[in-house]
């Protein structure tokens, strides 16, 4: 296992002069090859360093784009910790996250402006860098200085924390090492060995591990290149452009190619489609579960598609379909360096599922024992049920009943409290939570707040005491369509 700045020089070498990631500009891929992107890697680097950001957590708030990918690697490869955040989360859900985990600075597109103006008025004291007025700039300084630039080879050092929820007052930090990151890329590779000859489409948020490791992270070690979205609206289209031979799949993006290649509207451009997605080698789908009679109807459509189940913690797969396999059922195959099991398993094997490996995180970063799902002898806890065969196959049944034991020791179901919030159609999305040891929920939604107020006052007249909405944070629909 070698570290990123090691993965880059040995690139800069053998793939110099190969094109590597693509972006949508002027009607057309443009693409930056690997020594321009190592060079403002490095470049980069060397600024950061010389504006006193060695060892500094530094947050990445942007949408997918060259520029991001540069940071990720820049940061994590020579300068300090990365904390990649969901470009979705406001201002509030970044000030909960510095609650737990201080920041230097902040690179942030135009788009976020808001948020980061939110920020500017709480930690007047952080270093804030817009990618699209600063980022050529940081490349000219970094050009400038004689600076020797050293790697960050140290792999067990912390050089990723990922956060699973900015919207609690307590949330999750996730620190991940070099080691845990590239720990699973042998398995995956004797799986699913990707080169330089293959080609990948890259639409899902790379701030997220699925994405961010298995497609991005792992490709300065296959070599592959990277075409970027430049548009949700546009994937079929760019995929039909692309022909791309490695993709990162989400259930909810593969039920849409359903729909539309299962219409009877438009044969010819169904049938185009198909013959797109057979033409890849690896179709991955994971995030969450893919529904059987889809997954049957592509792999017998002859399509490449591998089902795979993993989580941040375990800086993401831990089980992944073998291609060939005749057992399709299964959410996949458990890696083989890891170590699963299920924990009291009932008559049929069905238990919480547990994992032990390289790849999974130290614990959570500032969480007591009352929170934390890892176990003095290293298993994370995933709060998943499944059952393990004889052969590895991996069978994910769902998620354990979330429960919040109050401060008086009363249990309070998670399920059945967001259910109950549901049941209001204008409510796209409902998420409770503890804080303050009172109940909380965090609601998406169109409807103004006095609205959303006077409905959870109606439901708290139906519950007991110890169950009633405290706290209630109402966030706008995200434009382009509702959080599931």
């Known amino acids: 296992m ?6 880059l020089d040995e690139d800069y070498q053998k793939w110099g002069e190969n094109p590597y990631i693509h972006v949508w500009q002027d009607s057309s891929y443009q693409a930056s090859s690997f020594k321009k992107t190592i060079d403002d890697i490095k470049n980069i680097a060397k600024s950061l360093k010389s504006r006193g950001l060695s060892g500094k957590n530094i947050i990445i708030y942007s949408e997918n784009s060259y520029e991001w990918m540069v940071l990720y690697l820049s940061v994590m490869g020579y300068v300090g910790t990365c904390i990649p955040i969901d470009k979705e989360w406001t201002g509030f859900d970044i000030k909960n996250t510095l609650s737990v985990i201080p920041a230097d600075a902040v690179f942030y597109s135009r788009k976020k402006l808001e948020g980061v103006q939110y920020l500017r008025e709480l930690y007047p004291e952080m270093m804030y860098i817009c990618i699209e007025d600063e980022f050529e700039q940081f490349i000219r300084e970094g050009e400038k200085t004689d600076m020797v630039l050293a790697g960050e080879t140290d792999l067990q050092k912390t050089v990723m924390i990922l ?3 900015g919207t609690t007052n307590l949330p999750k930090a996730i620190p991940l090492t070099q080691a845990n990151l590239f720990c699973n890329w042998e398995t995956l590779y004797r799986r699913t060995p990707m080169t330089e000859e293959d080609v990948s489409y890259v639409f899902l948020p790379l701030n997220h591990v ?3 490791v298995a497609n991005f992270l792992y490709s ?8 970027l979205c430049s548009d949700m609206a546009k994937i079929t289209e760019e995929m039909l ?8 799949m989400v259930p909810l993006v593969l039920n849409r190619v359903y729909t539309a290649v299962t219409s009877a509207e438009n044969a010819g451009q169904a049938e185009q489609i198909m013959e797109m997605l057979r033409g890849i080698r690896f179709l991955y789908c ?3 579960f893919t529904e059987f009679k889809i997954k049957k109807f592509f792999i017998e459509e002859g399509v490449h598609l591998l089902e795979a189940y993993g989580t941040s913690e375990t ?3 831990i089980a992944l379909d073998i291609p060939g396999d005749s057992n399709i059922e299964s959410n996949g195959v458990v890696f083989e360096n890891l170590d699963v099991k299920i924990l009291e398993p009932d008559e049929e094997g069905t ?5 032990k490996g390289g790849s999974v995180s130290s614990g959570y970063i500032s969480r007591n024992d009352h929170y934390s799902e890892f176990d003095s002898d290293g298993y994370y806890h995933t709060g998943d049920l499944g059952r393990l065969d004889e052969t590895r196959h991996l069978y994910v049944k769902g998620r354990k009943r979330r429960m919040i034991i109050t401060e008086n020791a009363k249990n309070v179901y998670v399920d059945e409290m967001e259910e109950l919030l549901l049941q209001n159609k204008d409510f796209y999305a409902v998420k409770i939570f503890e804080k303050e040891h009172h109940i909380a929920a965090a609601v998406t939604t169109d409807l103004p707040k006095g609205e959303v107020m006077d409905y959870i006052e109606e439901i708290n007249r139906k519950l007991p005491k110890f169950k009633r909405i405290r706290n209630v944070d109402v966030k706008k629909e995200v434009p382009g369509g509702r959080i599931k």
């Open 2 to 7: 070698k570290s990123i700045s090691e993965y």
């Open 163 to 165: 956060f699973t929820s």
């Open 210 to 212: 699925y994405s961010g």
């Open 220 to 227: 300065i070690i296959s070599g592959m290149q990277l075409y």
């Open 241 to 248: 452009l692309v022909r791309p031979t490695v993709v990162c």
């Open 286 to 288: 994971g995030g969450s």
């Open 315 to 317: 800086s993401s797969v």
């Open 351 to 355: 238990g919480e599922i547990l994992v």
